[in-house]
């Protein structure tokens, strides 16, 4: 299909007099003259407005595993809407697709994760969890368990709830006060917070900050540790080996819930269906979203064990929570035929066996570079840590987080959608990514820190 004939200065113009985008910077939105307009897009690459193409690096927003322009999910989508565009959940009734995909989504986790509850984004997913887990406790006949340990730099959404149970501090100046209860440890970030220390015992000390908050505040009063498989919006921060199961174990010796957040991680990004399975824990609480529908339809959904739901079930009653949009049949089509797309193509198993060590390899390659400290990947997400000085974690004197977004920037220029974190170059490509194309995506950020090299030595000396 040709693409549409649109009046870009003119989108432009109304982007600056009447959308607020997320996560925006809004005088510079205006300043700029308004945001880059993407208009269309295909397999891994989008085009923008003025005719760029760019290999699409972050998959939209971590989600759009099957790549752009599935036919199939369009169809899904309408055809459903023919037959039933919506229905709610709220009075007894349920629609069939909707039935279904739980029944999917319990099969894909496995074990005694068999029940789902569904929302619309990662961040009601998150909202979904705080309340189920303080209200399981509270059945439970201990209502003091309403502690949820997180840790700092995590994110886990932009609702207040979501934000609260994040650590990230940009998000935390804005905006409180916030739910209270919520206690923050540190993250699994050996690049920064354990640089040089041996990777035991650096996993050690972060299962022990765990443990110690919950001797702190009480076990009596804690009731779930939440955590991402792999921290994505932190900045791609893989934990060390070891660190999950013993995080489990932590959890199971005071009785308390193990949450994974699995927005980023869920739907193959590891190389498993489930992040949680590649490191070998079995959460009581998952929170899904993004890969579900590969972006295609706004979806969430939350995986609850058995013993909690029998509670639940004993001696609940009514679970008064939910929204307008849970269970919508026509998100659940195109995430039932999404799911169907990537078990035919093996996405996950590619991903687990060509293209996640591919990625691994290649990446690697961009070692030898002065500004680079570190490169690291598990699946399809990476990361590449920008650095002052070699064979160290020195960010440029001064200027802590200005040097990641100048690299992004370069890779944007030639052609390659990332994005930066700090001083963190982050990428989480579509499941369906050629080795070809991921040796495109290196070269790109190579020549993109070529050229930002003399830049960040001038205006960040010393």
Known sequence: MPPRNYDIAELRRLDVAHHLPAQADYQLQRDSGGNRIITRADGCTIFDGDGNAILDA???????????????LAE????????LPYYNTFFKTSAPTTIVLAAKVASLLGGNLQHVFFNNSGSEA??????????YWQVKGEPNRNIIISRVNGYHG???????????????DQGGPWVPGIEHVMQP????????EDPATFCARAVDAIEQRILEVGPENVAAFIGEPVQGAGGVIIPPDGYWPAVEAVCR???ILLICDEVICGYGRLGQWFGFQHFGVKPDLVSMAKGLSSGYLPISAVGVADHIVETLREKGGDFVHGYTYSG???SAAVALKNLEIMEREDLVGRVREDTGPYLAKALAGLSDHPLVGQTRSLGLIGAVEIVSEKGTNQRFSGAPGKAGPIVRDLCIENGLMVRAVRDTVVMSPPLIISRDQIDQLVGIIRKALDAAAPVLRVR???
Do not use: N
């Open 58 to 72: 972050m998959a939209g927003l971590w989600c759009v595993q099957v790549g752009y322009g599935r036919k199939e």
């Open 460 to 462: 960040f000396p010393g």
């Open 126 to 135: 998150i909202d979904t969890i705080l309340r189920l887990a303080r209200y």
């Open 76 to 83: 899904a989508a309408y055809e459903q809407m023919l037959e």
């Open 158 to 172: 932009s609702t207040i709830a979501g934000a609260s149970l994040g650590g990230m501090k940009a998000m935390h």
């Open 253 to 255: 010796k005071y009785g």
């Open 189 to 196: 970030y050996a690049f920064q917070e354990g640089f040089g």
């Open 328 to 330: 919508h049949p026509t």
